[in-house]
């Protein structure tokens, strides 16, 4: 499984687009980049995946950058719900593979 | 609601003892998994199962075991428990590939272990 890397924490102002970088330089031609996010000890929840294209849901917008070495999420306004550690995996697309969690990244969101 | 349904939500125990928690993941999802989360610790991955066979396995330690039943529920069991096994632990589920959705994997709310 490809390995990514976050920053521990981030900040950012409410109403202010938050965007929380991921590097994953070791990504396998097959493998897509994923975004969970955990609210204070509840379940993780997720947010959106994309393999090479730049994605958007309601949740927020994952642009990948072309050689896919690295990933940008981006909450485009941030509300204090959005406090959460986040996570960034790369997994291969099939239920059958497993997911394994890195330390993620922390944000805060300041009112 | 994820639709995926771990319980007990709470279990308090001595060491030593034993212990199963379920998960019920959603309906039709073949994959589950199974996470610890130590206090203000990441999520720790422990074992997978797929449609009723062990799929890839993690950290897991070998007083813990776990298995996938045809009805697709899973149990998570504990033994020997020590203090340092207190932790929650989340089941997660998702669904196969070629069914129309996408393979992102939902989360129940976890159990709260705490061994005293």
């Known amino acids: 499984d490809a390995k990514t890397t976050q920053p521990p924490s981030m900040d950012c102002a409410e109403g202010r687009a938050a965007n929380l970088p991921c590097n994953h330089s070791?990504?396998?031609?097959?493998?897509?980049v994923y975004w969970y996010r955990q609210i204070h000890s509840q379940g993780p929840q997720y947010i959106i995946h994309?393999?090479?294209n730049n994605e958007t849901n309601e949740m927020a917008s994952l642009i990948i950058t072309e050689d896919r070495k690295s990933s940008t999420l981006i909450l485009p306004h941030a509300t204090l719900r959005d406090t959460a550690v986040y996570y960034c995996?790369?997994?291969?697309?099939?239920?059958?593979?497993?997911?394994?969690f890195g330390s993620g990244t922390r944000l805060s969101i300041r009112p | 609601d994820s639709g995926v349904t771990q319980t007990p939500k709470h279990l308090i125990t001595a060491t030593g003892q034993r212990v199963t928690l379920r998960c019920s993941p959603r309906?039709?999802?073949?994959?589950v998994y199974w996470y610890q989360q130590s206090l203000d610790q990441g999520l720790q991955f422990l074992i997978q199962?797929?449609?009723?066979?062990?799929?890839a396995k993690g950290n897991i330690l070998e007083r813990f075991s776990a298995q996938q039943f045809p009805d697709l529920h899973s149990e998570l069991n504990l033994s020997s428990l020590e203090l340092g096994d207190s932790a929650l632990y989340f089941c997660?589920?998702?669904?196969?590939?070629?069914?129309?959705?996408?393979?992102?994997?939902?989360f129940g709310q976890g159990t709260r272990l705490t061994v005293v």
């Open positions: 070791t990504i396998s031609g097959n493998e897509y």
């Open positions: 309906s039709g999802d073949l994959s």
């Open positions: 994309g393999l090479k």
């Open positions: 997660a589920s998702s669904p196969q590939v070629g069914q129309g959705m996408n393979t992102e994997a939902f």
């Open positions: 995996i790369v997994r291969v697309y099939s239920s059958a593979s497993k997911i394994i």
């Open positions: 199962y797929y449609n009723g066979e062990e799929r």
